[in-house]
Structures are given as C-alpha cells and as structure tokens.
C-alpha cells in the first residue's frame, strides 16, 4: 500500500508542475495468474520472518545469481507490457516507485533513440524518456538500481549511498519522504478527538498493521485497552481482523475499530503515539503530523533497515511484537516526559521534488511540447508501478 501512496502523491506533485501522469500497476502488467502467483509468494515469504531475511540480505542487497533469475523471470514480461501501454499513450517520463518495475523502465529506455534539444518529443520513432527511481525505503536493494537511470530519489543519506554501491556514478539526490497533503495540514488533536469520541484527556495511540494489517493488531489492542489507553486500531484491508476489532470493541469502548481507512491524519492527530510497523511511508506521515514512534518489529528484510533508520532519526522507539511487551513499551512511552516533536514543515516535499525535477529537465518551464514549440500543454509521465489503476 505505501507504493500506492507514492504513486497518489508523486502523480500529485506532477500535476502542480503542469505534467500529465498516469498510474501502472507492476502486478497487473505481468497478468492475472503471475501477478497473483507473485503476490501470494510474497505475502508467504513476509509471513515467514527467517526467509524473507535471508532473501532479502543475502540475495535482493547482494544482487546474487537467485536475485538475477528474479529479474529474467519477470523483466522481459514486464518490459512487454509496458511497451504495449506506452504505444498507446506515449511518456516522456518514466518514474519507478516499486522495485520490480526499475529494470523494465532502464530496459525500455534503452530501446529509444537518445533525447535531443533539437529532436521534437513527437517525432518518430519517439525519443528516450526520461527515467527516475523514487525508493523511500533506507536502503534501496540490488534491484531498484540499474545503470542508465537518469536520476535517483532517496530519503537519506544513507540511501543514496546504498544506491551508489551499485552504480557508483548515479546521480542520486535526497529528498523528504513523500507524504500527501492531508499530513501537512491535519486537524487540531482536540477537534480530532472530538471527532472520534475520544476524550481530550485520556491517553491515546493508533495501532497499525500497515495496508494488510500485520503483526498482532487485535493482541495489542485488547491489552493496551486493558492498560487504560484508548486505542484508535487500523485493520486496513484484513477484512478478518477488521470483524475481530469490531467484536472486540464492543465489549472493550476503549478500543475504536477501523478497516480501509482516508482518515488516518485524522487518527495521527488524535493520538500521542503511533504504534505501527515501521513502513517508510507511514513513518514519514506521522513525522510530518509530529507524532513519535512506537516500531513494531515484526517486518522483515527491508523492515529491519527501516527500523534501524527511524531510530537514528529519533522520536521513535522498538518493541517486541507481542502483545505484553508492547503495552509495557508504549506505557514507558507515554510516561517518558519530553517536548511535543515539531511537524515537518508544510510544503517541504513537493519542493524537493521540483526542485529534482528540474535538474534532469522536469519542470513547468521544460514540458516537452512547450519546449519543442507544439501546441501541447504538458507533458506525459507514466509513475511506474505502484497504485491499482489508471489515471489520465
């Protein structure tokens, strides 16, 4: 779910600098029964902590021969199908914001003619797009990175060296996480209570399981209900713990259930600690709301270098994902005295982005048909893949 966010708010930010952009979704292009097979394999792998580990250190960073055969069993496929959805609505930008979807881009632009200033955009056959990888994780693996694409989005330091372990040359340039507009602007904590039934003085947390509700969600809220805090508890799509957490709240009123849902700036307001896994993206969104961190261990492979990240950043803390060691982690929390942590700055994203845009040749003043002196008002870009849909 955090690439469909990317994609919302990379199209977003797109949009302000006059780009027209569309979503492709990497599983649907593979097709049906391979995007299905690759989704169940993944959610196994997550499921079993140990080899999802040693999949991901010991194969996705290394880049090893197993990691490579990953990528010639679902590039050319890939590349296949985006070729095809590019015929029929050409790009003059692609950006790769899931890590499956950057060696088709690279492949693909390889294909093209170079970009010239004195090449019109429309001429046939069409020039190279532009290429950019935005990876918000800490650090980007052997597979988000290829040579040959023209710039590198990362969200620390540390990712940008990651990505320079494998093509020494990149142009890679650190930028905040992305977050939508909602967490830059959220609702008052005392009209977001309100709003949710919770009392202005009582102690509060959101409890999440990132989009597939993960981890010990219904544990942790029957025993942080237990404990006196209200617990605002995000199911998102698990249908089955979203029936759990109702029937829990009904005979615990300090646990308040949610499924899927928009309003979680709405539910980070409210609370005084977010307790989730620590996915970048919902990380990033309870900064910019200026909530501290209670990180769930319970993701793996790239969810221990997240958490390692968040730490560093501070205004976060680590638990044990079982249900005990939560409440006597979160209550420490609570009780632990401290200054309310600053939100991030309004606005702060989609500036760094234009301002990466623009270095590469993205921008209000470089849409491709302006610039070759067409009639055209803006330029195509294809975010590549994250949300479930098409945008036009």
């Known amino acids: 779910m955090g690439h469909d966010v990317m994609a919302e708010v990379v199209s977003a930010s797109l949009a302000g600098l006059g780009w027209q952009a569309r979503t492709l979704d990497c599983m649907a292009l593979l097709g049906p029964r391979a995007g299905w097979a690759s989704d169940w394999v993944f959610r196994r792998l997550v499921a079993r902590p140990g080899i999802f580990d040693g999949l991901h250190f010991a194969h996705l960073r290394t880049g090893s021969r197993l990691a490579a055969a990953m990528d010639r069993a679902a590039t050319p496929r890939l590349v296949s199908a985006l070729r095809e959805a590019l015929a029929s609505q050409p790009a003059d930008l692609i950006i790769s914001v899931f890590a499956a979807g950057v060696p088709a881009a690279a492949e693909l632009a390889a294909s093209r003619p170079p970009r010239t200033a004195s090449r019109p955009p429309t001429a046939s056959p069409r020039p190279r797009p532009r290429t950019v990888v935005l990876c918000p994780d800490a650090l980007p693996h052997a597979t988000w990175v290829r040579e040959g694409i023209d710039l590198f989005l990362v969200t620390s330091p540390s990712g940008a060296a990651a990505v320079r372990r494998y093509a ?75 029936a759990r957490l109702r029937d829990l709240a009904g005979t615990s009123p300090l646990v308040h259930p949610y499924g899927f849902t928009p309003r979680i700036a709405e539910l980070m307001s409210a609370s005084d600690l977010v307790v989730t896994l620590p996915g970048a993206l919902t990380c990033g969104e309870g900064r910019a709301v200026g909530r501290n961190l209670m990180l769930l261990d319970a993701m793996p492979g790239h969810g221990r270098e997240n958490l390692q990240h968040e730490l560093g950043l501070g205004g976060a803390g680590a638990c044990n994902p079982r249900p005990p060691e939560i409440v006597a982690s979160v209550l420490a929390a609570l009780d632990r005295p401290g200054p309310a942590r600053p939100a991030r700055p309004p606005g702060e994203w989609d500036q760094a982005f234009a301002a990466a845009m623009v270095s590469i040749g993205v921008g209000p003043e470089h849409q491709p048909g302006a610039a070759a002196g067409h009639p055209e008002a803006a330029g195509d870009v294809a975010a590549d893949p994250a949300a479930a849909g098409t945008r036009p």
Do not use: K, Q
């Open 168 to 242: 020494p040359r990149a142009r890679v340039v650190v930028v905040p996480p992305p977050v939508r507009p909602a967490f830059a602007h959220p609702p008052p904590r005392p009209a977001a209570r309100s709003s949710l039934g919770v009392p202005a003085d009582a102690r509060c947390v959101l409890l999440m399981g990132g989009g597939w509700g993960l981890g010990p969600v219904e544990g942790a809220a029957r025993a942080l209900a237990a404990a006196g805090v209200h617990v605002l508890a995000v199911a998102g799509h698990n249908a089955r713990l979203a």
